[in-house]
């Protein structure tokens, strides 16, 4: 999965170097595919909120291969304002429509 340069953003601002670079790592070897027609600025956002939770890199990233909808949900961006959630949690969305 090519990320966008406001999730590089996002990660770089919020995460240390070792975490950081387990993420990149992660996220080249994953196929965007497996989420359907889903935005991939907010299949990532999931992704960081979920690792901001604490929870485990590999383990989301399991997660997110195998059932991306409860990721979406667990994030808190499983609905049509997920720009304004990321927005609130990160004083900037990805480009597009907001709402």
Do not use: N
Request: charged share 30%; proline share 3%.
């Amino acid at each position: 999965m090519i990320l966008s340069g406001w999730a590089s953003g996002v990660i770089d601002r919020v995460f240390d170097a070792e975490v950081r670079e387990d993420l990149y790592i992660r996220f080249s070897g994953l196929d965007q595919r497996i989420f359907d027609r889903e935005d991939p600025d907010r299949m990532a956002s999931a992704i960081i909120l979920k690792c901001l939770q604490g929870h485990s890199v590999s383990v989301i990233f399991e997660e997110a291969q195998t059932d991306y909808r409860d990721l979406l949900m667990e994030s808190g961006v499983e609905d049509l304002d997920w720009r304004d959630v990321v927005a609130e949690r990160f004083g900037s969305a990805p480009p597009g429509r907001m709402g």
